[in-house]
């Protein structure tokens, strides 16, 4: 069992930077990826950005150049940095891990938080 905490989220202008943070704790030994999905309304869920246990990053493409995912494993805590924000960006962000064992992997989810970018 992993639990996801997250934090960081809020109301941002045009052109500004948020930071999410998201802390797991629980049975977090196994974890092998880390990542943000966001929902926007009436739109399905998306990969925003993951990172593995080897620190290889993924970024959806519109993202790229303006997002950074990074990771503290000492405290257990996957971050990211979002910088220019557009109004497009607007959605609820989702922390995500993946838990692998021999017999399966088993997804776990934070409960969002909100990310508006307005004038």
């Known amino acids: 069992q992993v639990q996801l905490v997250e934090s960081g989220g809020g109301l941002v202008q045009p052109g500004g930077s948020l930071r999410l943070s998201c802390a797991a704790s629980?049975?977090?030994?196994?974890?092998?990826?880390m990542g943000w999905y966001r929902q926007a309304p009436g739109k399905q869920r998306e990969l925003v950005a993951t990172?593995?246990?080897?620190?290889?990053?993924n970024y959806a493409d519109s993202v790229k150049g303006r997002f950074t995912i990074s990771r503290d494993n000492a405290k257990n805590t996957v971050y990211l940095q979002m910088n220019s924000l557009k109004p497009e960006d607007t959605a609820v962000y989702y922390c995500?891990?993946?838990?692998?064992?021999?017999?399966?992997?088993?997804?776990?989810w934070g409960q969002g938080t909100q990310v508006t970018v307005s004038s």
């Open positions: 629980g049975s977090i030994f196994s974890i092998v990826e």
């Open positions: 990172i593995n246990t080897g620190g290889r990053t």
């Open positions: 995500h891990t993946a838990r692998c064992t021999g017999i399966g992997c088993y997804d776990y």
